[in-house]
């Protein structure tokens, strides 16, 4: 079944970067697009990020746009998101979700990332 | 496009009927789908495109709606329906969800 698997979460300071990677199997990855989807502590959802299935064509949220980049290794079954220049307000839960028919059908579990001095 | 949810929250008593509207800040025609989170899990998708279920949910969850106005309906709630419900439109990118509705068992 689809799996997909988060990691790379931590607690770094503001100004700080990371580097989240998520995990696919059970699926033939290259050919959906991928997404990353937030969810700040208590809060809803924030849809970031997404990467067609080649590569080719990515968006970001407003949010996110000059500080995060979303990358892809369909040879590794990968999806990576790139977080720099991070502040408090980037706080929260990270999901890793694959696009089908148009929507997200399968989430991860999440990865916790905690901007804090 | 916002998608704006009512209500915040309900307490519901089981096999009561449950409604939950989607009003979106302009027309999204068919694009429009229903989550379900329950506590510490990641959401999972109930109705596709308005009103297209999965198989694997119960037929309890229903959809229906258009042009700006939505809405899920869960028809005699069980005590494992208790958990926070999002609208997502894909019409237009970032896709935007709704505020959630959380949905508690009396």
């Known amino acids: 079944q689809v799996q997909l698997v988060e990691s790379g979460g931590g607690l770094v300071k503001p100004g700080g970067s990371l580097r989240l990677s998520c995990a696919a199997s059970?699926?033939?990855?290259?050919?959906?697009?991928m997404n990353w989807i937030r969810q700040a502590p208590g809060k809803g959802l924030e849809w970031i990020s997404y990467?067609?299935?080649?590569?080719?064509?990515?968006r970001y949220a407003d949010s996110v746009k000059g500080r995060f980049t979303i990358s892809r290794d369909n040879t590794k079954n990968s999806l990576y998101l790139q977080m720099n220049d991070l502040t408090v307000e980037d706080t929260a839960l990270y999901y890793c979700?694959?696009?089908?028919?148009?929507?997200?059908?399968?989430w991860g579990q999440g990865t916790l990332v905690t901007v804090s001095s | 496009i916002v998608l704006t949810q009512s209500p915040d929250f309900q307490s519901v008593t089981p096999k009561e009927k449950v409604t939950i509207t989607c009003r979106a800040s302009?027309?999204?025609?068919?694009?429009l789908h229903w989550y379900q989170q329950k506590p510490h899990q990641s959401p999972k998708v109930l109705i596709k495109?308005?009103?297209q279920s999965f198989s694997w949910v119960p037929s309890r969850f229903s959809g229906s709606g258009s042009g700006t106005n939505f809405t899920l309906t869960i028809n005699s709630l069980e005590a494992e329906d208790a958990a926070t419900y999002y609208c997502?439109?894909?019409?237009?990118?970032?896709?935007?969800f709704g505020q959630g509705t959380k949905v508690e068992i009396k």
């Open positions: 059970g699926f033939t990855f290259s050919e959906f697009y």
């Open positions: 979700a694959r696009t089908s028919s148009g929507f997200p059908d399968s």
């Open positions: 997502l439109q894909s019409s237009s990118f970032p896709g935007t």
């Open positions: 302009q027309r999204i025609g068919t694009s």
């Open positions: 990467i067609t299935s080649s590569g080719t064509t990515i």
């Open positions: 495109y308005v009103s």
